[in-house]
């Protein structure tokens, strides 16, 4: 029986040698994602309320990143007394920007959820997804913060009433920030998409393998 093909540079496996990673989100998109690189890691879903004043922030760029930063921060407080090796926390956090500068976050029912959809409708939206690592250092007392934010371009066909109305009822718009996931049924009415692909489903492949090796680079992992 052919073994399955593994994509595992050294430094990825030194990884889990050194920490204990652990993802700081219950989204199952983020950790599939991640399995990719084989990395061994923990889940431990984030218990940070999300509850940010957006109107503190002068993009939305800056918000999404300072909220991954507070879900890192808080599984980081809860897990580090029980860890026996030196943490390598990862947060991160979505939002999808619309055309008017608005915030989109997860739709709190199945009506705001096609006001969405409807808003979004013909028009270009941002999708914004900070990550935020927590890497306890050897010899520091204080762990490194690394933040980071990717941005990528949705465009999106004309919906009509009926085509929002069919795809609220399939339940998928409502634990996603802006109310679709492209990944799944959107992909039938997203028209283009500039920029990291997977970022749009929520977690930035590339971007994060480029902290790790820098991290690398600077002889931390």
């Given amino acids: 029986m ?22 700081a989100s219950a989204s199952p998109r983020r950790r599939e994602l991640l399995s990719r690189l ?6 431990h879903p984030s218990e940070f309320a999300e509850d940010l004043d957006k109107a503190q922030f002068a993009a939305a760029s800056d918000y ?19 860890s026996v090796k030196p943490l390598f926390v990862i947060g991160s ?36 997804t900070g990550v935020c690592l927590i890497v306890d250092v050897p010899d520091s007392s204080e762990p490194q913060l690394i933040k980071t934010v990717e941005s990528t371009e949705v465009v999106f066909d004309e919906l009509d009433d009926a085509v ?11 634990d996603k920030a ?3 996931a492209y990944q799944s049924f959107a992909g039938f009415f997203v028209r283009e998409i500039r920029g990291d692909y997977y970022n749009v489903v929520g ?16 002889g931390i992992i």
């Fill in 64 to 82: 999404v990143v300072e909220t991954a930063a507070r879900k890192a921060r808080d599984v980081y407080r809860r897990v580090k007394s029980k």
């Fill in 2 to 23: 052919k073994s399955a093909i593994r994509f595992k540079p050294d430094f990825v496996g030194a990884l889990a040698e050194k920490f204990n990673v652990i993802l």
């Fill in 93 to 128: 956090d979505t939002v999808v920007v619309n055309s008017y500068g608005t915030i989109l976050e997860k739709p709190k029912s199945d009506a705001d959820a096609a006001a969405t959809l409807k808003g979004l409708s013909g028009r270009t939206n941002m999708v914004y």
């Fill in 38 to 43: 084989d990395i061994d890691f923990q889940v």
């Fill in 164 to 174: 929002v109305d069919a795809y609220v009822k399939t339940g998928e718009p409502h």
């Fill in 178 to 180: 802006g109310s679709y």
């Fill in 203 to 218: 977690f930035p492949c590339a971007r994060f393998f480029r902290m790790l090796q820098d991290l690398h680079q600077q």
